[in-house]
């Protein structure tokens, strides 16, 4: 209904009558502020150019297309799950964040002036790429603090080398060469966005736009292990 709401295909005050019936429910204090803002929320999105909404509304409906998809594919938070192949992996880090690269190039060439060197045809390549990197980087990170034991790589490949998404961390030897492959295309998505960063003319969008490239290269540091990281000192 939200989404709907989000969309103009639902009304406003029946999306914020159904979101006030949840704010009792909600004990976390800062999550119900998070609900309860809501009503704000779209008074705003009335009053954005057009231009500007639409792009709002199509990246929020490649981002958030069905909100339970992740609840159904991860369901049982003890066990570790996987996505079925390459291509369902990169239309997951493309919905996740590649579509949001893309949305914020096109408000950037909208609403900041000389934003880019590059053409914005350039720029909406490589903010996809940099979205769908960061997105590759991300999950080491969430589940340090998360019960939600995704895993994104591909159980086509897994299968392949006769493992299963529980088996990655006891049988290093036979994961490493499928971690090495995603690896490598994390890298090179945060290779675009550091082009995509040196591109930009404003020096503040500039350093706004690197930090989660500088974010995720740690990531990788970070995780790879202690003899890859000898290997890449030398």
Not at 2 to 24: E, K, M, T, Y
Not at 114 to 140: H, I, T, V, W
Not at 153 to 174: F, G, M
Not at 202 to 215: F, H
């Amino acid at each position: 209904m939200l989404s709907d709401g989000i969309q103009g295909q639902a009304s406003r005050d029946v999306v914020v009558n159904l979101i006030a019936s949840f704010v009792p429910l909600q004990a976390n204090k800062s999550e119900r502020q998070l609900l309860e803002s809501l009503p704000d929320c779209l008074d705003w999105l009335e009053q954005i150019e057009q231009a500007d909404l639409n792009d709002i509304r199509v990246v929020l409906e490649k981002n958030y297309p069905r909100p339970d998809a992740d609840l159904e594919r991860f369901e049982n938070p003890e066990e570790i799950r996987a996505l079925d192949t390459a291509t369902d992996l990169d239309e997951y880090t493309y919905l996740v964040a590649g579509c949001v690269g893309e949305f914020w190039t096109r408000l950037c060439f909208r609403h900041v002036r000389n934003f880019a060197s590059l053409s914005e045809d350039e720029m909406l390549a490589l903010g996809k790429r940099y979205g769908m990197g960061l997105q590759l980087s991300c999950p080491a990170r969430r589940r340090r603090r998360s019960p939600c034991r995704q895993m994104l790589l591909p159980r086509y490949e897994l299968n392949a080398a006769h493992l299963t998404a529980s088996q990655i961390l006891s049988d290093a030897r036979r994961f490493h060469p499928i971690y090495r492959t995603w690896l490598e295309k994390a890298k090179a998505g945060l290779e675009c966005g550091l082009r995509y960063t040196r591109a930009i003319e404003n020096r503040r969008v500039r350093g706004a736009t690197v930090l989660p490239a500088l974010i995720g290269a740690r990531t990788f540091l970070y995780w790879m292990p202690l003899e890859q990281q000898r290997c890449s000192r030398r």
